[in-house]
């Protein structure tokens, strides 16, 4: 399977950004507009500061309904996310997702941050190379019965 730096490279060069101080209705509009689930909240000068995903802000919505129309995206983001570093392989981040019951890993090479991996890029990588995966067990006991 290849590596996530790899994965990484195939995503959309442009990263969901969004402004820490950017209000959640316009951070909605952004969401619906480009079809994502998330965005990455970064300062000015790119330094990751956590993820908006629709999940943080259905619940917010649901359990706390004083939100305003002023409410901005650092008051609801989450930034308790665990990270992965790049050199990470694709199962250590499907360990880690499954280990901390998260869908998105903020992929970091040394303090750099480099995107985010989520749980539909690694269902794609399982996807793409379904016969590495599981074909594997099935040709070996074929290889053992044939003979």
Do not use: W
């Amino acid at each position: 399977m290849e590596n996530i730096l790899t994965i990484l490279a195939k995503k959309q060069s442009h990263f969901n950004k969004v402004s820490p101080d950017t209000t959640i209705k316009d951070a909605l509009g952004r969401l619906q507009n480009q079809y994502c689930d998330y965005l990455i909240v970064l300062d000015d000068d790119d330094n990751f500061l956590g993820l908006l995903t629709e999940h943080e802000i259905v619940t917010r919505l649901y359990f706390n309904s004083n939100i305003e129309e002023d409410t901005t995206v650092k008051q609801i983001m989450n930034n308790r996310f665990p990270v992965t570093d790049a050199s990470c392989s694709i199962e250590d981040c499907m360990r880690m997702m499954r280990r901390f019951n998260v869908r998105y890993l903020p992929v970091f090479d040394e303090l750099h941050f480099v995107g985010i991996i989520s749980s539909d890029d690694i269902l794609h990588q399982a996807i793409l190379h379904r016969a590495e995966i599981f074909d594997k067990d099935d040709r070996q006991v074929y290889m053992e019965y044939a003979y």
